[in-house]
């Protein structure tokens, strides 16, 4: 039996998306380094794009975005509720978000790695 409550798929996925979309707006406009990950994915995609990347590089490249991205994403949130739930500094508080951002920067230090294999054999090449 079909719930009557339930949306059709399209006007359900259309308020997912809007809703994602949000907060991905308000990531960007009161997290600092989800902005700094932004501005580093479009010089990076500049450079694949100059140094012509292969289609199997893109594809770790923008798999490397999401996992970047959706991890700022992650820890943000984890902050802001945390924030929320306990506004005071609490040594419990300080750890949930302690390792969040430990998420992030493993994430980061990978991507970083994953440059360096992509981009050092071809910016060598140039020289």
Known sequence: MKDPDQKPFVISFWHTTKNALNGIALAAESERS???????MVVVTVLGWYLELAMLEWALLFLTYAVMMGLELVNSAIESFA???HPEEHP???RVK?????AVQVAAIFSI???IVLFGPKIAALF
């Open 113 to 115: 790695a994953i440059a």
């Open 98 to 102: 302690d390792i969040a951002a430990g």
């Open 34 to 40: 989800f902005r700094i990950h932004a501005l580093a």
């Open 92 to 94: 419990a508080i300080k």
């Open 83 to 85: 924030d929320f739930l």
